[in-house]
């Protein structure tokens, strides 16, 4: 067997740490990452998840800018009523 060098084991004891966030994921999360070697792994798959890729998150991030932009009170509306 190969011997660690400090480095490797650093790597590893840095891993072991980063997946210690599984305990904090709920079941469907967890079943979602329960496979991954590493946290590297684990953290790309559930950031897919949760974010999309990159276009999904650049046409998230143009409707977010849309609805900003476009968030307007109408004539005769009051506050109570634009937030409904």
Request: hydrophobic share 35%.
């Amino acid at each position: 067997m190969d011997k660690l060098t400090i480095e490797d084991k650093k790597k590893l004891s840095l891993n072991a740490k980063a997946l210690n966030v599984f305990c904090a994921l709920g079941q469907d999360e967890f079943a979602r990452v329960s496979s991954c070697k590493s946290a590297k792994e684990a953290w790309k798959l559930l950031e897919a998840t949760h974010e999309g890729d990159k276009d999904t998150k650049a046409t998230k991030i143009a409707l977010g800018t849309s609805e900003y932009e476009n968030f307007k009170m109408k004539a005769g509306e009051s506050v109570q009523d634009m937030n409904k």
